[in-house]
C-alpha cells in the first residue's frame, strides 16, 4: 500500500540500529535531543556596537533519546549494553558496556524512512520496578559525521514508498 506524502511525518513503525531491529519503545517514541552550534563573536574596541566576525566554534549534535521497553535477552539488552547471553537465555551485563556505532534506520508509520549512515548509541536503564510503569532503558542515538572523503550528507528522509531495503550480502 502505498501512502501519499502529505509532509506529516509521524508514528513509529520499525526501529532498526546496526541491522537490528529493536522492541517496543514506550508511548514517548523518538525525542529529538539537539544541542545547538556554539559560535564565538569577535568584536574590535574600535566598534563598540558591533560584531566585526562570527565563527562557529563547536558543531551542532543531532541525536534522539527513547526508552526501550522490551528487554528480551539478546534485542534488549545485549544489544543495548554488549556483554553475552548463555544457553539457556540468561543474560550477562558486561563490567564495561560497549560502545555501539552503526547505520540507524527509522520507520515511521507515515512511511517516511529516516537514515543515518553512522550512529552512536549509548544506554542506561530507567525507571523503575514497580506496578505503575515497566523498567527501561534509556538510549540515546547520537547522528555522526560517517567515514570517508567528501563527506556532505549526516542523514537521509526518504518520502513514504521511495526507500528500498538494500539487498543482503553475500
Given at each position: 500500500?502505498?501512502?501519499?506524502?502529505?509532509?506529516?511525518?509521524?508514528?513509529?513503525?520499525?526501529?532498526?540500529?546496526?541491522g537490528?531491529?529493536?522492541?517496543?519503545?514506550?508511548?514517548?517514541?523518538?525525542?529529538?535531543?539537539?544541542?545547538?552550534?556554539?559560535?564565538?563573536?569577535v568584536?574590535?574596541?574600535?566598534l563598540?556596537?558591533?560584531?566585526?566576525?562570527?565563527?562557529?566554534?563547536?558543531?551542532?549534535?543531532?541525536?534522539?533519546?527513547?526508552?526501550?521497553?522490551?528487554?528480551?535477552?539478546?534485542?534488549?539488552?545485549?544489544?543495548s549494553?554488549?556483554?553475552?547471553v548463555?544457553?539457556?537465555?540468561?543474560?550477562?551485563?558486561?563490567?564495561?558496556?560497549d560502545?555501539?556505532?552503526?547505520?540507524?534506520?527509522?520507520?515511521?508509520?507515515s512511511?517516511?524512512?529516516?537514515?543515518?549512515?553512522?550512529?552512536?548509541?549509548?544506554?542506561?536503564?530507567?525507571?523503575?520496578?514497580?506496578?505503575?510503569?515497566?523498567?527501561?532503558?534509556?538510549c540515546?542515538?547520537?547522528?555522526?559525521?560517517?567515514?570517508?572523503?567528501?563527506?556532505?550528507?549526516l542523514?537521509?528522509?526518504?518520502?513514504?514508498?521511495?526507500?528500498?531495503?538494500?539487498a543482503?550480502?553475500?
Amino acid at each position: 500500500m502505498s501512502v501519499a506524502d502529505d509532509g506529516m511525518m509521524y508514528g513509529l513503525d520499525k526501529f532498526v540500529f546496526g541491522g537490528v531491529e529493536y522492541g517496543y519503545i514506550s508511548q514517548e517514541g523518538l525525542q529529538p535531543a539537539i544541542t545547538e552550534a556554539e559560535r564565538v563573536q569577535v568584536r574590535a574596541i574600535q566598534l563598540r556596537n558591533a560584531v566585526v566576525k562570527e565563527f562557529e566554534s563547536k558543531a551542532e549534535i543531532i541525536a534522539f533519546t527513547f526508552k526501550l521497553i522490551q528487554l528480551t535477552a539478546a534485542e534488549g539488552w545485549k544489544e543495548s549494553f554488549g556483554g553475552t547471553v548463555d544457553e539457556k537465555g540468561v543474560y550477562h551485563y558486561p563490567v564495561k558496556k560497549d560502545k555501539k556505532e552503526g547505520k540507524m534506520l527509522i520507520h515511521c508509520a507515515s512511511g517516511h524512512v529516516i537514515e543515518v549512515e553512522k550512529a552512536s548509541l549509548t544506554a542506561n536503564l530507567a525507571d523503575g520496578l514497580t506496578l505503575d510503569n515497566v523498567l527501561s532503558i534509556e538510549c540515546k542515538v547520537t547522528f555522526l559525521v560517517p567515514d570517508g572523503k567528501n563527506v556532505t550528507d549526516l542523514f537521509l528522509v526518504y518520502p513514504p514508498g521511495t526507500y528500498t531495503e538494500p539487498a543482503p550480502a553475500g
